[in-house]
């Protein structure tokens, strides 16, 4: 079946630093691949997404690009704000699936000052 | 555009009581799913429906659970009779058809004693 893959946390980094959240995935078919993120006390909230191989998401200074080859969907940030502390979700969905995801287990960031 | 919406935001019972979770889902979105969130399990999806009839009620735990959805507008999950291990918190998302992104409320917080 199909499966999502994080890297577990929690990962701790100073404001301006480079972030790498690594995701890899299986799926039988070609899936469109999600990030989302979910701030304390809230619900998940879309990041980004990419829906076919080498598309690249993006969105509030965030990046992720869909490598088939290598099967993963790493998220990454040049330079993070306290602000982006939270729970980062990657998820993918079959075509054809009916808009199911499967989620990764979340990784949690924690940018200090 | 008003997003998700789940009622209560928080519910505490005691261990035998019957809860019920509300959900409104985005005017338009046809697609509801229903998750349960804990720190030992993680984001499980209980149950999904695709205009209004249930697709795949594979994550429901047990059949003191049941979840309908009696319009487009409209979806409940039930848990009778309630126990402590049911404590966690329970987001309700929807969406369009065709592989889109999936769109959470804030979530109920159930706390069973």
């Known amino acids: 079946g199909d499966s999502v893959t994080q890297m577990e946390g929690p990962v701790t980094l100073s404001e301006e630093a480079f972030l790498t959240i690594n995701c890899t995935y299986t799926?039988?078919?070609?899936?469109?691949l999600f990030w989302y993120v979910q701030y304390p006390g809230e619900g998940l909230q879309l990041l980004l997404k990419?829906?076919?191989?080498?598309d690249k998401g993006s969105n509030k200074g965030f990046e992720a690009t869909y490598r088939k080859e290598t099967t993963s969907f790493h998220l990454e940030k040049g330079s993070v704000q306290v602000s982006d502390s939270a729970v980062y979700f990657c998820?993918?969905?079959?075509?054809?699936?009916?808009?199911?995801?499967?989620f990764g287990t979340g990784t949690q960031l924690k940018v200090e000052l | 555009d008003a997003g998700v919406i789940q009622s209560p935001r928080h519910e505490v019972t005691e261990m035998g009581q019957e809860v019920t979770l509300r959900c409104k889902p985005i005017?338009?979105?046809?697609?509801l799913f229903w998750y349960r969130q804990t720190m030992m399990r993680g984001l499980e999806l209980l149950i999904y429906?695709?205009?209004?009839?249930?697709?795949?009620d594979s994550g429901m735990p047990e059949d003191r659970f049941s979840a309908k959805m009696p319009n487009a507008s409209f979806s409940t999950l039930k848990i009778q009779p309630s126990e402590p291990r049911d404590s966690a918190v329970y987001f309700c998302?929807?969406?369009?058809?065709?592989?889109?992104?999936?769109?959470f409320g804030d979530g109920t917080r159930l706390s069973i004693l």
């Open positions: 998302a929807s969406s369009l058809a065709g592989n889109q992104p999936q769109h």
């Open positions: 799926a039988t078919g070609y899936p469109s």
């Open positions: 990419a829906t076919k191989a080498d």
């Open positions: 998820a993918l969905s079959e075509k054809g699936g009916g808009n199911k995801l499967t």
């Open positions: 005017s338009g979105h046809n697609s």
């Open positions: 429906f695709n205009n209004n009839v249930p697709i795949d």
